[in-house]
């Protein structure tokens, strides 16, 4: 039989469905959150963006999440962000669910606030908004610390758009705290440095986290998978995850989260932690400062011996999850080019799920590709060129100047 007319059943434990809470899902592949800087000026998804979600959709992934998406606008971190923070984006966004869903995909919505990570142009002159005064050493401002009453809005606000998320018809909803932003920093020693009773030690650390979830999990139902993305630890210690947060793991499921992303890192160091890569700093648009400049361009140069990409490289931290008593879907990114490695993490038990950010940005339809037997890699060389968006405020694309393979037929 050609390989272009494979069986899914045939196509190998990759392609073997997978079900989160109630919702189930055809392959083992998913679209890895990217911040997709598509929003119009209200945080609405632009018409690229529904293009981009049902072309991703086409491409054969059995699960996408959405870039971060902010819960209010005190949390929103970068412009052309999305954002769920008001009733009346509920029509935008079931517009977009629609065709995804018309695609043959399904779609979870990232829920996040950007605490101290937020960029310093959404700000309005205001400072960004942390656990504890701390510095952001990418954008090189200062976030004041959060009183007990802006923490319970936040709580509420979380509650409220997990709600929207819901009646806007996406199949999911996963809570944002990994990446060094607001949830994050929360279950950070390093950046949480409150006494109160938000922080002090691991339990009060996590507390935030709880009544967040406490609060989604009302607003949606028991049926509603809720998933969480995980914050590992912060990379200061040669990229060690620390042990009270495979424990907020362990929580996170006690609790009744449904299945779990994780990352280790926060923004300063991306390029060495979750999207481990090049820094193009020379492509970034003059907003920046000459100083600001020569800044990012030292850190470049710091970074450079530990950027190459060499393979998954969270496996560790998946398989440690999992010998501590995670049994819930456990979502792993970060380093997948090959399918001898994503079927790899699926048949060793390492995770349940694997997902790809930047490969699928290059070409969507991989999936589709390796599906039918094209077990070709992924061309992805993670310049990361394609989080200029982030900085540049630019539409998230891949931008690698070789020819993409994604007009190749599977
Ligand atoms: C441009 C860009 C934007 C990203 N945005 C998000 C995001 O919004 N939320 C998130 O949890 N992770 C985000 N990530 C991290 C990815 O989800 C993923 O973990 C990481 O890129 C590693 O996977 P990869 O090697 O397949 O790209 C982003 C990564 C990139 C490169």
Request: net charge positive; hydrophobic share 40%; aromatic share 8%.
């Amino acid at each position: 039989m050609p390989a272009s007319q494979t069986p899914v059943d045939q196509a190998g434990p990759l392609f073997t469905p997978i079900s989160i809470n109630n919702l189930a899902l055809k392959n083992r592949i998913f679209k890895a959150p990217t911040m997709e800087a598509m929003a119009d000026e209200d945080g609405a998804p632009s018409k690229k963006l529904i293009r981009f979600f049902k072309r991703t959709a086409s491409g054969g992934s059995g699960l996408m999440i959405t870039g971060l998406t902010y819960v209010d606008d005190t949390g929103k971190g970068y412009v052309a962000q999305n954002g769920i923070h008001a009733d009346r984006l509920i029509p935008r966004w079931k517009e977009l669910t629609d065709e995804v869903h018309a695609a043959g995909g399904k779609i979870v919505m990232q829920i996040s606030h950007a605490g101290r990570l937020a960029d310093p142009r959404v700000l309005d002159g205001g400072k960004a908004k942390a656990p504890s005064a701390m510095p952001n050493l990418m954008y090189l401002h200062w976030a004041r610390s959060l009183t007990e009453r802006e923490i319970r809005a936040i709580i509420r606000d979380f509650g409220e758009a997990a709600g929207r998320v819901k009646a806007a018809g996406f199949d999911g909803v996963e809570i944002h705290s990994s990446g060094g932003y607001l949830l994050a920093s929360f279950l950070s020693p390093l950046t949480n440095r409150r006494k109160d009773d938000w922080g002090g030690d691991a339990h009060r650390r996590f507390r935030i986290f709880e009544e967040i979830y406490g609060r989604v999990r009302q607003a949606v139902g028991q049926d509603f998978p809720v998933l969480a993305k995980l914050h590992l630890g912060d990379f200061l210690l040669l990229g060690r995850p620390w042990p009270a947060n495979y424990q907020a793991g362990l929580r996170m499921q006690a609790l009744g989260v449904d299945a779990i992303e994780f990352a280790i890192g926060v923004q300063e160091n991306i390029t060495i932690t979750f999207a481990k890569g090049g820094m193009p700093i020379e492509v970034v648009g003059d907003h920046l400062s000459r100083m600001h400049r020569q800044y990012w361009k030292a850190i470049a140069l710091c970074y450079t011996p530990f950027t190459k990409v060499t393979g998954p490289y969270f496996a560790h931290a998946a398989r440690e999850l999992k010998r501590r008593g995670l049994t819930v879907p456990l979502l792993l990114s970060g380093g997948i080019r090959r399918f001898s490695e994503a079927e790899h993490a699926i048949t060793s038990g390492t995770a349940d799920l694997v997902g790809m950010s930047r490969p699928l940005l290059r070409e969507p339809n991989l999936p589709q590709r390796w599906m039918s037997g094209h077990h070709d890699d992924s061309t992805c060389v993670s310049c990361n060129r394609c989080t200029l968006g982030l900085v540049n405020a630019t539409p998230i694309q891949c931008s690698y100047r070789e020819e993409s393979p994604s007009k190749r037929r599977p």
